[in-house]
């Protein structure tokens, strides 16, 4: 008898960390969106970024070519 009543106290144990665990993947899966979000502005910004760093280096090489003539020209 004690033996079932070991097995039932292990099987409400374990049925209670089951729900835990669910609960917890409920909350992390009600994060994922913001998540997903915070990535995607992220890339954006990198994009962003990486265009500007673009433009700036075509204009210095712009500026580079324009002050080589100006040089040679005098």
């Known amino acids: 008898m004690e033996s079932i009543e070991d ?3 292990n099987i ?3 049925k ?5 665990l669910l609960d917890k993947l ?3 899966e009600a ?3 913001d ?3 915070d990535i995607n502005q992220m890339d ?3 994009g962003m970024t990486l265009n500007e760093l673009r433009s700036l280096y075509n204009k210095a090489n712009h ?3 324009q002050l080589k003539s100006a040089y040679y020209n005098k």
């Open 7 to 9: 097995t039932y106290q």
């Open 26 to 28: 409920i909350i992390l």
């Open 12 to 14: 409400v144990f374990v």
């Open 16 to 20: 209670g960390e089951i729900k835990i």
């Open 35 to 37: 998540k997903l979000d």
């Open 31 to 33: 994060d994922v969106p």
């Open 44 to 46: 954006e910004l990198f």
């Open 63 to 65: 500026t580079v070519k």
